[in-house]
């Protein structure tokens, strides 16, 4: 099972960013799949879910109203689209599956949100 993220970077407040989250290895359209994130010297957050054939989605109440998870299940790929994003948004964000009740990480992607 591999998850690779890419997408993040510096933005300024009130911006957008669009993650991906390519995933391999496994049947991608058989699983959930979540993002999260970690803000420095914080825990890690569920950020949003998304169900193995995208009808079902959740947020965190940080996340509701700007944030988008979507997947597109032809190209095993995961998204988190962020608008209006906020300083308290910075944070490295990963995307998640769990398959087999073993839990799969990215590395990563950093998002800054700073002016």
């Known amino acids: 099972v591999q998850l690779v993220e890419s997408g993040g970077g510096l933005v300024q407040p009130g911006g957008s960013l669009k993650l991906s989250c390519a995933a391999s290895?496994?049947?991608?359209?058989?699983?959930?799949m979540r993002w999260y994130r970690q803000a420095p010297g914080k825990g890690r957050e569920l950020v949003a879910y998304?169900?193995?054939?995208?009808?079902?989605?959740n947020y965190a109440d940080s996340a509701k109203g700007r944030f988008t998870i979507s997947r597109d299940n032809a190209k095993n790929t995961a998204y988190l689209q962020m608008n209006n994003l906020k300083p308290e948004d910075t944070a490295v964000y990963y995307c998640?599956?769990?398959?087999?009740?073993?839990?799969?990480w990215g590395q990563g992607t950093q998002v800054t949100v700073s002016s």
């Open positions: 290895g496994f049947t991608f359209s058989s699983y959930a």
């Open positions: 998304i169900s193995s054939a995208g009808g079902r989605t």
């Open positions: 998640n599956t769990v398959r087999w009740s073993v839990e799969y």
